[in-house]
């Protein structure tokens, strides 16, 4: 793909160098990354007709030109979709993992601005009056600073730490996907876990640890279930996409996707939906420690829904595609866990609930090939 940036005529070389170093840091190995992950549910995918590639190839032929097509279009997404396809639905209105990641999020996100902000180090600035786990320290540039970023020593974090039954350690910045984070528990840990952690990343985030309410713990008492809701700040008004429920299993402390948790999609009555996926497209029926899902309704749902829609509307000058991932506190309180400000999966979000942006997916794409410089940057590189 590659190939296809092109100097313009008469581009001077300096910007056609940016242009191109652009497109491999930010987007080449996004299409990389998720061509690679495809291969792993295949086992999970069913053949397309030749009428359903008709239909696909239609509908983008609208959006991309000749062999463009060809390249960016990647059957073996819509196989793997297709296995979830509900009778109302147009299998063309699923998005591609590879053409999402790489042009439609890095177009609402753009991760060149939205990068410096990811840091969970200023979580407590950005979100000062939003329900969070409790900060003991903090370690930033390695400097350690109490929950108010107030100078200390490293000796005055660790033993505030220790006061704690159990804390969580996370990487302060660009972690993902359940890495870069420890539990620690004073009944069973040393304090010196606690040191090496922090000695191996000069950016470190340490809270207490919360606890969820018992409707959650039904299902894996284990992990902080969280629930997963992704917004879209667009034609002016927040648009919530799609709302899960991701859960560990068997034992786990984290729920991640990615680290063999599961997932499920809940209804506007905060419900949990009678199916659940993991990352390769496994259906589970029930959760493997045996809870139904839909004997499970998230507590106080809207409230959950109501403040994505007012923080979105808050960060929409710093991207306009968030995840916001909350706990339900014990009294059935949304707790913010994190927010992906880029590179929010999707996998998980059509499996559960349909294409990403159901009746906006016209709107959307009109948008993103009207306006993504990217975008217009390879469609011009190609016809000239």
């Given at each position: 793909?590659?190939?296809?940036?092109?100097?313009?005529?008469?581009?001077?070389?300096?910007?056609?160098?940016?242009?191109?170093?652009?497109?491999?840091?930010?987007?080449?190995?996004?299409?990389?990354?998720?061509?690679?992950?495809?291969?792993?549910?295949?086992?999970?995918?069913?053949?397309?007709?030749?009428?359903?590639?008709?239909?696909?190839?239609?509908?983008?032929?609208?959006?991309?030109?000749?062999?463009?097509?060809?390249?960016?279009?990647?059957?073996?997404?819509?196989?793997?979709?297709?296995?979830?396809?509900?009778?109302?639905?147009?299998?063309?209105?699923?998005?591609?993992?590879?053409?999402?990641?790489?042009?439609?999020?890095?177009?609402?996100?753009?991760?060149?601005?939205?990068?410096?902000?990811?840091?969970?180090?200023?979580?407590?600035?950005?979100?000062?009056?939003?329900?969070?786990?409790?900060?003991?320290?903090?370690?930033?540039?390695?400097?350690?600073?109490?929950?108010?970023?107030?100078?200390?020593?490293?000796?005055?974090?660790?033993?505030a730490a220790l006061g704690a039954e159990e804390v969580i350690l996370k990487v302060g910045k660009y972690s993902c996907a359940g890495k870069g984070v420890k539990f620690w528990n004073k009944s069973i840990n040393d304090k010196h876990e606690i040191i090496d952690f922090c000695d191996d990343s000069a950016n470190v985030t340490c809270q207490e640890v919360i606890k969820q309410h018992a409707e959650l713990s039904r299902l894996n008492p284990s992990s902080i279930n969280t629930v997963r809701v992704l917004t879209l700040f667009f034609d002016n008004q927040v648009h919530v996409l799609s709302s899960v429920l991701r859960m560990g299993v068997n034992g786990s402390r984290v729920d991640n996707a990615s680290s063999g948790g599961i997932v499920c999609g809940i209804h506007e009555t905060g419900q949990l939906k009678g199916e659940a996926f993991d990352t390769m497209g496994n259906r589970y029926l029930k959760h493997p420690q045996g809870t139904n899902f839909e004997s499970v309704t998230i507590p106080n749902f809207s409230y959950f829904i109501d403040l994505s829609i007012s923080l979105a509307e808050r960060f929409s000058s710093m991207s306009r595609l968030i995840s916001w991932d909350f706990a339900v506190g014990e009294s059935g309180e949304p707790i913010l866990i994190e927010f992906n400000i880029s590179h929010g999966q999707l996998d998980f979000h059509q499996l559960c609930n349909g294409p990403i942006f159901g009746d906006l997916t016209e709107d959307v794409l009109k948008d993103v090939f009207t306006n993504s410089y990217t975008l217009k940057s390879i469609i011009k590189s190609f016809k000239n």
């Open positions: 793909m590659i190939d296809f940036i092109k100097p313009y005529p008469g581009e001077d070389e300096l910007s056609y160098w940016k242009r191109r170093v652009y497109f491999l840091r930010e987007v080449q190995y996004r299409i990389d990354y998720q061509n690679k992950e495809i291969l792993k549910k295949l086992s999970n995918a069913m053949a397309l007709t030749p009428q359903e590639k008709a239909e696909i190839d239609a509908f983008w032929g609208r959006y991309l030109p000749g062999c463009l097509k060809e390249s960016f279009l990647d059957y073996r997404f819509y196989e793997f979709y297709k296995t979830v396809k509900k009778a109302r639905e147009r299998l063309c209105d699923y998005i591609p993992d590879n053409f999402y990641e790489a042009f439609i999020d890095e177009y609402f996100t753009d991760p060149q601005h939205t990068r410096p902000f990811d840091d969970k180090n200023l979580y407590d600035v950005y979100f000062h009056d939003v329900p969070q786990p409790k900060t003991i320290f903090r370690k930033i540039r390695d400097s350690y600073l109490d929950a108010n970023y107030r100078i200390i020593t490293q000796e005055y974090a660790i033993e």
